[in-house]
């Protein structure tokens, strides 16, 4: 027989959803490869660019699976708003990314289980209790600490993060939105329908500002095609699969992971230094988040 802890850590791992955490490590790594590629595409254009290649590696998923394309007539309007949100969402990130560093908005994003938590407790789907208000409290002193530092080379950082902690509250408000349909039709149709209206109102946008600021290097290129395909396009599959299958709320906390990713990355690729705000900071955001998860149940 094995002993109880091999069944504890198996326990453990059945809970983890490997799909949301698969999405984790795609988006984690998606700041760094997004500030490869706004190096070549103007940020309308890099947003445009991304939506429309995940949307067609969405539309392939669904031909490959068979069944209709479009989600039952009750979450369309549903699936268009998704689309909007989606769009101002990824818009919001890629402007934030030409003012602040990968690393700043990955501890930045990080916050999300705590708005996500919110926002769940305000439509009464869950109740935040002391120690998870005591939560909310301290990730929103550590996302503050963070903000406080400007990186080396980005003089306008404040409105940076401040931009990237606004994409936390479009995030939100985009995974709340969208649990219901995506448990209704699924999450492959909402997902290819939503990123498809998403993709048609950026290209339009596209037309006023054009697509390309310098010449296409190779790492813009490469950059480009991962988030298109896999961060776009796959992850957020994966990311409304996770939140069919075990609810906003517990999927959003696996996002306290994103960071380190995020971390790791632009160290390794950009060279991102590792400030003293961050290494103060992040923790506090991290704490704040458990602390929520912790102090949070249904109603």
Request: aromatic share 10%.
């Amino acid at each position: 027989m094995d002993p109880p802890s091999v069944y504890r850590a198996r326990s453990i791992f059945r809970s983890v959803s490997g799909k949301g955490l698969s999405a984790i490590v795609l988006w984690g790594a998606s700041f760094v490869l997004t500030r490869l590629a706004l190096r070549s595409f103007n940020p309308f254009g890099l947003v445009a660019v991304r939506l429309l290649a995940g949307t067609l590696l969405l539309w392939s998923m669904v031909q490959v699976r068979g069944g209709p394309v479009l989600p039952v007539r009750a979450d369309a309007p549903v699936c268009v708003l998704l689309g909007l949100i989606l769009s101002v969402h990824l818009l919001i990130q890629a402007y934030g990314l030409e003012y602040t560093s990968a690393i700043n908005t990955g501890w930045i994003i990080g916050f999300i289980p705590v708005s996500i938590a919110l926002g769940a407790h305000w439509l009464r789907q869950q109740r935040i209790g002391r120690m998870g208000w005591s939560g909310v409290v301290l990730g929103a002193c550590g996302v503050l600490i963070v903000t406080m530092s400007s990186p080396p080379d980005f003089q306008q950082a404040r409105w940076g993060n401040l931009l990237q902690f606004s994409s936390c509250l479009t995030w939100t408000v985009y995974t709340l939105v969208g649990a219901i349909p995506a448990a209704r039709s699924g999450a492959l149709r909402v997902t290819t329908v939503s990123m498809g209206v998403a993709a048609l109102v950026v290209t339009m946008a596209t037309m006023g500002t054009g697509v390309l600021r310098s010449a296409l290097t190779l790492p813009a290129v490469l950059a480009m095609a991962f988030l298109g395909f896999l961060c776009s396009g796959l992850a957020y599959y994966l990311w409304f699969q996770a939140v069919t299958e075990h609810g906003p709320a517990r999927i959003g906390a696996l996002l306290y992971l994103e960071p380190f990713v995020t971390l790791g990355t632009a160290a390794a690729i950009l060279g991102e230094p590792i400030t003293v705000h961050v290494i103060l900071g992040g923790p506090c955001v991290l704490a704040g988040v458990w602390l929520v998860a912790k102090g949070s149940c249904r109603p």
